[in-house]
């Protein structure tokens, strides 16, 4: 373990967790939601990857949730996929996050993993003109 990190349980390090969630990520999040013009919702988006990585080594669920997030962001600048299918995924995926509740959740996050790993397929799949 890192020396700037305290060994703690699984139980701390899952609240640890979930309060970067509440008070880093939940307000960029809200940027997300509030952008009107897609490119302005990605530039958000990247935000949260950037809060993200500077925690992945402790954080529980880092890894898979800034691969969520790098995905979403992804999805306009990799493929054909049309801006407004990368919107639509990420504006969903964004506003399930935000109905996150205030007590950590682990079956809720792995039900936000795998409904924004749907939406990014199904956006992938629609072809830009």
Known sequence: MSPDV????????????????????????GDVLAAAE?????REANRVCGVLVDHLTWLPHGGSVYVAWAELT???EVGDTSPEAA?????RAASLWF???EEPSPRLLAAWLEKTHDWIKKAAQAQAP
């Open 38 to 42: 897609p490119w302005d919702a990605y």
């Open 6 to 29: 305290p060994d703690t349980s699984a139980a701390d390090e899952l609240a640890r967790e979930w309060k970067l969630f509440r008070e880093e990520v939940r307000p960029i999040v």
């Open 74 to 76: 992804d999805l306009y």
């Open 99 to 101: 109905e996150m509740p």
């Open 87 to 91: 919107h639509e995924a990420l504006k």
